[in-house]
């Protein structure tokens, strides 16, 4: 559906700025900087339009024939300047349309007599008051000329009356002006200032003769136009440093637009708060980012005890970013635990790395687990994670063990006590344990399980029922038990054991 609108003039035309069609003078150039302009008699609009204003600037009457066949009639003046087609449901075919007179080339004629006229179109003059006519001006550019067709009485708009009653051109811009260099108005889109029309350039709404009433974000009114404010503002007043709001990537303080920090977290510039949020590395203070202590990813402030987290390579400890141990295996150190595996011959402890010889005599630990020794030097042992002398020495010094029985005579298991001293849990046959001590069995006695009981047979010392270790005197120790000796005379010398030394060149067999 679309809605017609004519003009019967030949001195009218419609163009449209925005919402509004506006009929001007034929000579008047519709505005192209709002939305589309129309150069002839018709227009058409669609049915999305129903909003759209009618208005008119030039006192006078439309007669709008309705679609119901009603005739309305538009009367346009100061107070009543323009109508909204949604008021009269328009939505068909609609003519606005002036009065006609019969007089050719009259503006307004009688509304009683149409042959008498008022007024003349423009560029015609009233001859004959008794039977008006209009009559042509001589000078086409003549808006209206005196009884005289040759000499004009006002100009049309871009046009002034000279000394010489004929019409030159204004300078460019000027709507009207008393002089070719003093402009009393502007055309559309520019505003007088000091007799010139100057462009209304960045402005929302430029009134001809007050210049700009609102500019755009980022400039201000200076002197009825629009001047750029500072970089960073998205409007100010009074003056380009005089910032109302900022754009993004800046903040407010003191009516000035600052920069945020190049340090701040993307999209976390706030333009009234500044820095909400600074990249890592970077701490918050003041609306802006500040370098952390080059120990932390992460602070609190610029203190070394200030750390929230810490690089790679670092760990977390009372608050501060701590250097993981050189000997801490690559990729193993952890913020907040520190080291969780050692280099070999290392174990952790306290989120560093200690050499295995810091548990004593360890030769190797465990890489992950502290205070575990896997191996240890010399004759030591590993018992429960700890290097230890095994049961048949003792440690004699911090760095040796050595056999039992060197330090407890006939011992021949053992364990340490006090300060390198040895306690024997266990001693060689025929040696009874007394008070950490071996004590040898006495004279006829028998070493049965570990301790001494009287013996009433021949041997002097017995290791259990049936062997014997010493025989009394005048026996001899063969197999284990005693024998006498029969060939006495033959020994030269003799031992409780055995014979040790035969003469005349007899061997000793027992």
């Known amino acids: 559906m679309f809605i017609l609108l004519f003009v019967l003039s030949d001195s009218l035309k419609w163009c449209k700025i925005e919402n509004t069609i506006v009929c001007v003078y034929t000579n008047v150039e519709c505005p192209t900087s709002y939305g589309w302009s129309v150069e002839g008699f018709l227009i058409s609009i669609s049915e999305y339009d129903m909003y759209t204003t009618i208005g008119c600037g030039i006192n006078t009457e439309h007669n709008v024939n309705l679609p119901d066949g009603t005739e309305l009639k538009m009367k346009f003046t100061n107070k009543q300047k323009e109508f909204r087609l949604e008021d009269y449901l328009v939505n068909k075919k609609t003519e606005i349309k002036r009065d006609t ?31 008006p006519e209009c009559v042509p001006c001589k000078n086409a550019i003549c808006k209206q000329c005196n009884s005289n067709p040759s000499v004009c009485s006002s100009c049309y708009d871009g046009l002034y009356l000279n000394n010489e009653f004929e019409c030159d051109y204004c300078s460019s811009n000027c709507k009207t002006c008393s002089s070719k260099e003093m402009c009393t108005d502007c055309n559309t889109g520019k505003y007088l200032y000091n007799g010139k029309c100057l462009s209304c350039q960045y402005c929302y709404n430029c ?24 970089s960073n503002c998205k409007t100010c007043s009074l003056q380009s440093t005089n910032c109302l709001s900022c754009k993004q990537g800046s903040y407010i303080q003191n009516n000035k637009c600052l920069m945020c920090s190049s340090y701040c977290t993307t999209n976390k510039c706030d333009t009234i708060q500044g820095c909400t949020e600074c990249m890592n590395g970077y701490y918050k203070n003041n609306m802006t980012c500040f370098k952390c202590h080059e120990e932390c990813l992460t602070c609190l402030n610029n203190q070394v005890n200030g750390c929230l987290t810490c690089e790679n390579g670092r760990y977390f400890n009372n608050n501060q970013c701590v250097e993981c141990d050189d000997n801490c295996e690559i990729n193993m150190c952890d913020v907040v635990s520190g080291c969780q595996k050692c280099k070999i011959g290392y174990f952790p402890e306290e989120k560093r790395c200690s050499p295995c010889s810091k548990m004593p005599n360890c030769k190797t630990c465990s890489q992950t687990e502290k205070y575990q020794c896997i191996s240890c030097v010399d004759r030591f042992v590993v018992n429960d994670y700890q290097c230890e002398c095994p049961n048949h020495l003792y440690q004699n010094t911090s760095s040796t063990c050595d056999e039992c029985y060197k330090n407890k005579s006939n011992c021949k298991l053992c364990q340490k006590y006090g300060n390198y001293e040895a306690e024997c849990k266990v001693c060689y046959p025929p040696f009874e344990l007394k008070e950490g001590s071996c004590v040898e069995c006495q004279s006829k006695t028998n070493y049965i399980g570990n301790i001494c009981v009287n013996n009433n047979g021949n041997c002097e010392l017995q290791n259990g029922e049936n062997e014997c270790l010493k025989c009394p005197t005048d026996f001899y120790l063969r197999n284990k038990t005693c024998k006498p000796f029969d060939n006495k005379n033959l020994c030269e010398t003799n031992s409780k054991i055995t014979c040790e030394n035969c003469g005349n060149g007899i061997t000793t067999t027992g």
Do not use: K, M
């Open 101 to 131: 007179c019969n007089i050719a080339n009259c503006n307004i004629c009688s509304q009683n007599n149409p042959n008498f006229c008022y007024i003349c179109n423009d560029n015609y003059y009233l001859a004959n008051r008794i039977l």
């Open 207 to 230: 009134e001809t003769q007050t210049g700009c009433r609102q500019c755009w974000n980022g400039y201000y009114q200076e002197n009825n136009g629009c001047t750029p404010c500072d």
